[in-house]
């Protein structure tokens, strides 16, 4: 089995990055434009809503198969959100998407002392992933942002 890990996208792989992509009909899941990495990265430069922006590679063992982007308020307790989290289309359906999703978790967990919650909005139409992240522990929290259900992960301490 892979190791999953994550790497601060960089001046090193930004290039692998920008290839991967998700099937034409998960686009509209995932972001507006195209290639989804460039959105991330564009957000990582621009800081929307004040948020530091932190766009993640997910590596199976060595190979690049996916992208997650935390967006961050530092020292909040609350103010973190999960943003164009996807698995390659070539790599989808082998379980990288479960373990990157708990090793991103654990990540913000270590990294964040001050979080007590992990937040994020799921397209209505996704059923793979509103199922992806209740497995995970969030749960829907009858909010919406942006006409998608807030989904929120309260952290052990909070």
């Given at each position: 089995?892979?190791?999953?890990?994550?790497?601060?996208?960089?001046?090193h792989?930004?290039?692998?990055?920008?290839?991967?992509t998700?099937?034409?009909?998960?686009?509209?899941?995932?972001a507006d434009?195209?290639?989804?990495?460039?959105?991330?990265l564009a957000?990582a430069?621009?800081?929307?809503?004040?948020?530091?922006w932190?766009p993640?590679?997910?590596?199976?063992d060595?190979?690049?198969?996916?992208?997650?982007?935390?967006a961050?308020?530092?020292?909040?307790?609350?103010?973190?959100?999960?943003?164009?989290?996807?698995?390659?289309?070539?790599?989808q359906g082998?379980?990288?998407?479960?373990?990157?999703?708990?090793?991103?978790?654990?990540?913000?967990v270590?990294?964040?002392?001050?979080?007590?919650?992990i937040?994020?909005?799921?397209?209505?139409?996704?059923?793979?992933?509103?199922?992806?992240?209740?497995?995970?522990g969030?749960?829907?929290t009858?909010?919406?942002?942006?006409?998608?259900?807030?989904?929120r992960?309260?952290?052990a301490?909070?």
């Open positions: 089995m892979a190791t999953i890990t994550l790497r601060e996208i960089n001046r792989n930004w290039r692998a990055a920008l290839a991967l998700v099937r034409p009909e998960q686009q509209r899941f995932i434009h195209a290639p989804i990495v460039a959105i991330a957000k430069y621009v800081r929307p809503g004040d948020l530091t932190l993640y590679l997910i590596h199976a060595e190979q690049p198969v996916g992208l997650v982007e935390l961050y308020a530092p020292g909040s307790p609350d103010r973190y959100w999960v943003h164009h989290f996807f698995i390659d289309r070539s790599q082998q379980g990288y998407g479960r373990r990157a999703l708990r090793a991103f978790i654990a990540l913000v270590a990294q964040h002392p001050a979080c007590r919650q937040n994020l909005t799921v397209h209505p139409d996704n059923d793979h992933a509103q199922w992806l992240y209740m497995n995970a969030f749960r829907a009858g909010e919406e942002r942006d006409g998608e259900p807030v989904y992960l309260v952290i301490g909070g």
